[in-house]
């Protein structure tokens, strides 16, 4: 039997782990990206997401050695496709309103080169309600099809973490929205290839309200956790024991707290939610975008006390930011924690960035030898916790720098070893020595 031709319009996150999976599961996958670049990489086999992201390396350059995976930066390339995946970009703008451009020149594409008996599935994060007011109008504007009699239509928002795509992508459950029952049963027979997860069939707007719930939800999670984090502290208490204790009731399950939120979706996914159900006046999610927004400055915050308590100011110290991806062992640094952070402390007398998996952030060089990065600082910020800085030992740790001065934003170290090799130490959440 031919193997069925599909195709993928978006490579990045979402649209290169699906067109590799497509590719191992006997479909003949065209990846189209408008980033040449992109393309031709991931047309060559090569990986070209930053981070550990096991097995996709691997499964991408097999995909492409049998013939299976080609990519391209050309839409013309989508012809012939009985099946489309959309996987771009969908941010918000600067009044957390969708911003739609990528989605739509997206649609275009898809658009004009689909035809007949094309099922377009969306597998991008939508503000409810885009599926039908925007999407399916593009489409069908632009073919002059009609959705449901000459094609199919689903939403299968996408749900992996960077660090653990593949993973991700092969073991959960998928919720697969259709326009009708033909597209939900034509998603279903895909998904079910790539999953040994349930496929839980609804309609598209629900698909959508899912999604965005679903990061919100644990928006509003890790924002309580923050604020316990806030408490605990000026009460003197560890929010860490706090919650560890708390998870001992049943039905409890207190997130962890930290130095913020980032990536392309939490940060956003809540205001997708929000804004499309504004008639109901959301006032939960909004709050814990702003307390979440608000742990870098926290963290700096507790920089300056800890300097202060020294007798040092930011100008006259060697400060080291150590991580500025949004998420350990990732080289994903989109909505960074670490940026504001980075950017107040510019104003130091020195200022380095390390970081194992990034070259560049926030206009500066990122330092990757740790050592380096350490040697003579007065202060150091830990905002991510890579594996590399878990196996510092609070005894080295002092050896490398100046003034021992450290702040934790991931709960890496442990107050009383910290205090024990005489390093002057403040954490998120850590109210225990104060
Ligand atoms: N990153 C994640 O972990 C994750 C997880 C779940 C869902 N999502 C959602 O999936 C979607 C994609 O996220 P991502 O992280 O893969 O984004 P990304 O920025 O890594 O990749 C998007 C790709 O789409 C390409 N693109 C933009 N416009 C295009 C067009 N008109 N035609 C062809 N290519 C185009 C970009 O060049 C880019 O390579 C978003 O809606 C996001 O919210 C992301």
Not at 194 to 199: I, M, S
Not at 344 to 350: G, W
Request: charged share 25%; aromatic share 4%; hydrophobic share 40%.
């Amino acid at each position: 039997m031919a193997q069925e031709k599909v195709a993928v319009v978006g490579l990045g996150y979402v649209g290169i782990p699906l067109a590799a999976l497509l590719a191992s599961k006997g479909y003949e996958v065209m990846g189209v990206d408008v980033s040449e670049e992109r393309a031709s990489s991931v047309g060559e086999g090569r990986l070209p997401l930053k981070g550990d992201e096991p097995g996709l390396t691997e499964l991408l350059a097999k995909g492409v050695r049998k013939g299976a995976l080609k990519a391209s930066s050309s839409a013309g390339m989508l012809g012939g496709r009985k099946v489309i995946f959309v996987c771009v970009d969908t941010p918000i703008d600067a009044d957390r309103r969708p911003d739609h451009s990528s989605l739509r020149k997206a649609l275009e594409s898809v658009a004009k080169n689909m035809s007949r008996g094309t099922l377009v599935i969306v597998e991008s994060t939508l503000a409810p309600g885009t599926m039908v007011g925007v999407v399916r109008p593009a489409l069908e504007r632009g073919s002059g099809l009609k959705a449901g009699k000459d094609f199919g239509l689903a939403h299968c928002p996408e749900r992996v973490m960077p660090g653990r795509l593949l993973k991700n992508i092969t073991t959960y459950d998928r919720v697969i929205g259709g326009l009708d029952l033909r597209s939900q049963q034509r998603a279903c027979a895909i998904y079910s290839k790539l999953t040994k997860g349930k496929l839980h069939t609804t309609d598209l707007t629900t698909a959508e309200i899912v999604k965005t719930a679903e990061n919100a939800y644990r928006d509003v999670q890790i924002a309580f956790a923050n604020e316990v984090a806030l408490i605990s502290e000026k009460l003197g208490a560890d929010a860490f024991e706090v919650r560890r204790l708390v998870n001992t009731c049943p039905f409890r399950d207190m997130h962890l707290p930290g130095a913020g939120v980032g990536g392309h979706c939490l940060p956003k996914d809540p205001w997708l939610l929000a804004t499309a159900g504004k008639a109901a006046n959301p006032k939960l999610i909004p709050i814990a975008r702003a307390v979440n927004d608000s742990m870098p400055f926290h963290v700096l915050d507790l920089a300056d006390s800890l300097l202060g308590a020294s007798g040092l100011k930011v100008e006259d110290a060697v400060v080291t930011v150590l991580g500025a991806s949004f998420l350990q062992d990732s080289g994903d640094a989109r909505n960074s924690p670490s940026l504001p952070v980075v950017e107040s402390l510019k104003r130091a007398k020195e200022l380095r960035v390390h970081d194992p998996f990034l070259g560049d952030f926030a206009g500066l060089k990122v330092q990757k030898d740790l050592k380096k990065a350490l040697a003579g600082a007065d202060l150091a910020i830990f905002m991510v916790s890579h594996k590399e800085y878990l196996k510092l030992a609070p005894g080295a740790l002092k050896k490398m720098m100046k003034t021992p001065a450290v702040v934790d934003g991931r709960n890496i170290f442990e107050a009383r070893k910290m205090a024990k090799a005489g390093i002057d130490y403040r954490g998120v959440g850590k109210g225990s020595l104060q």
